[in-house]
């Protein structure tokens, strides 16, 4: 029976605890950011964006943006008199704008004791440039970090904590979501994303996917697009010189093939005496169209030569001169079908 009743107090007591817990941390949201209500103003542009479609976005060096965020306490929550509010950023040259107080600092706290508590400024206002994309990266294989050039996160952040001592946060109770995160990036930048992602797409469509797409990709996203860009172009002028022949050349030379050597058969069975009763007027007109096809198909290899001739690759021009001679070469087998033609319609 005492087993029981002990174990139903410890049972109690730790309900109770719960209980308890799950008071005091329901009560530690003290404040609401209003997303719906916050925007952010390009002051260069006018432009204003809501929280939402600004959120995540891309934005360029040096551009000043002010950001107007709406907050708000909840109703019906006990705020203790030691709570504070941390207003922080990595952008550059901040002014922050809490109530009729300025602040030029990254990191500043203010919202301090009961009389604040009170009168809660329903704005914080932070002017302030998007920084320069730089960011600390890594190396495959090295474990320091150094310096790159991409796009760098930014942040603006309000925090309710408690305050310790240099005008630092002691206790973090409530981190106001959502907290404002963009990047900072450059025309150049983006300039130079485009351009790779061009000669990687021209190379691709030559040889095929590689591995070594991902690894420019890679070498641009670690923040090196300067030097992903010149080797990207050196991967697409590669690409060209391992490009394989096309394969419509292949085809049309196969069919050309196969009309020339049938043509022949056609006029040695003919001349030898076969194919007695066979309609003699219908060969020859058959032998014609045989040669008119082989006109055609010379026509589609000169626009090939003709694309190949305008290259900058020294071997495709070798190629276009090639492919000149054999159009020459199969203008004068289809000369010589008609006359074979014409031949066989005279016996």
Same mark, same amino acid.
């Given at each position: 029976?005492?087993?029981?009743?002990?174990?139903? #107090?410890?049972?109690?007591? &730790?309900?109770?605890?719960?209980?308890?817990?799950?008071?005091?941390?329901?009560? =530690?949201?003290?404040?609401?950011?209003?997303?719906?209500?916050?925007?952010?103003?390009?002051? $260069?542009?006018?432009?204003?964006? !809501?929280?939402?479609?600004?959120?995540?976005?891309?934005?360029?060096?040096?551009?000043?943006?002010? &950001?107007?965020?709406?907050?708000? /306490?909840? =109703?019906?929550?006990?705020?203790?008199?030691?709570?504070?509010?941390?207003?922080?950023? +990595?952008?550059? +040259?901040?002014?922050?704008?809490? *109530?009729?107080?300025?602040?030029?600092?990254?990191?500043?706290?203010?919202?301090?004791?009961?009389?604040?508590?009170?009168?809660?400024?329903?704005?914080?206002?932070?002017?302030?440039?998007?920084?320069?994309?730089?960011?600390?990266?890594?190396?495959?294989?090295? $474990?320091?970090?150094?310096?790159?050039?991409?796009? @760098?996160?930014?942040?603006?952040?309000?925090?309710?904590?408690?305050?310790?001592?240099?005008?630092?946060?002691?206790?973090?109770?409530?981190?106001?979501?959502?907290?404002?995160?963009? %990047?900072?990036?450059?025309?150049?930048?983006?300039?130079?994303?485009?351009?790779? =992602?061009?000669? #990687?797409?021209?190379? @691709?469509?030559?040889?095929?996917?590689?591995?070594?797409?991902?690894?420019?990709?890679? #070498? %641009?996203? /670690?923040?090196?697009?300067?030097?992903?860009?010149?080797?990207?172009?050196? %991967?697409?002028?590669?690409?060209?010189?391992?490009?394989?022949?096309?394969?419509?050349?292949?085809?049309?030379?196969?069919?050309?093939?196969?009309?020339?050597? *049938?043509?022949?058969?056609?006029?040695?069975?003919?001349?030898?005496?076969?194919?007695?009763?066979?309609?003699?007027?219908?060969?020859?007109?058959?032998?014609?169209?045989?040669?008119?096809?082989?006109? $055609?198909?010379?026509?589609?290899?000169?626009?090939?030569? !003709?694309?190949?001739?305008?290259?900058?690759?020294?071997?495709?021009?070798?190629?276009? @001169?090639?492919?000149?001679?054999?159009?020459?070469?199969? +203008?004068?087998?289809?000369? =010589?079908? @008609?006359?074979?033609?014409?031949?066989?319609?005279?016996?």
């Amino acid at each position: 029976m005492k087993r029981l009743f002990y174990t139903s #107090l410890a049972v109690l007591a &730790f309900a109770l605890l719960f209980l308890f817990v799950g008071i005091a941390s329901a009560q =530690e949201d003290v404040l609401r950011l209003d997303e719906d209500k916050s925007y952010v103003l390009n002051l $260069e542009t006018g432009n204003k964006s !809501t929280y939402e479609v600004f959120l995540n976005s891309d934005q360029f060096e040096g551009t000043r943006l002010e &950001f107007n965020i709406y907050v708000s /306490k909840i =109703e019906k929550v006990h705020i203790p008199d030691e709570y504070v509010l941390k207003l922080e950023t +990595n952008m550059e +040259n901040p002014e922050w704008m809490f *109530g009729d107080d300025i602040y030029h600092l990254a990191e500043v706290i203010v919202w301090k004791g009961k009389e604040e508590h009170e009168l809660m400024v329903p704005k914080v206002i932070l002017s302030a440039e998007v920084p320069k994309p730089i960011k600390k990266v890594k190396e495959p294989g090295f $474990e320091y970090d150094i310096d790159g050039i991409g796009k @760098r996160e930014v942040y603006v952040k309000l925090t309710v904590g408690t305050m310790g001592d240099e005008g630092t946060l002691e206790r973090i109770i409530q981190p106001l979501e959502p907290s404002m995160k963009f %990047y900072s990036t450059s025309k150049e930048i983006q300039a130079a994303k485009s351009e790779i =992602e061009e000669n #990687l797409e021209e190379a @691709r469509d030559k040889i095929g996917p590689t591995g070594l797409e991902e690894e420019i990709r890679k #070498l %641009y996203e /670690k923040g090196h697009p300067g030097w992903a860009s010149v080797l990207s172009e050196h %991967y697409k002028n590669l690409s060209v010189a391992a490009e394989p022949p096309p394969l419509t050349l292949y085809i049309i030379l196969a069919v050309i093939l196969g009309l020339i050597l *049938g043509s022949a058969f056609v006029y040695v069975y003919v001349s030898r005496g076969g194919g007695k009763g066979v309609d003699v007027s219908q060969i020859s007109s058959e032998l014609n169209e045989t040669s008119g096809r082989i006109e $055609e198909k010379s026509s589609s290899i000169n626009a090939i030569s !003709t694309r190949f001739a305008r290259s900058e690759d020294e071997e495709k021009r070798s190629v276009a @001169r090639d492919l000149i001679r054999i159009r020459a070469s199969l +203008n004068e087998i289809s000369n =010589e079908i @008609r006359t074979i033609a014409d031949r066989i319609r005279e016996r």
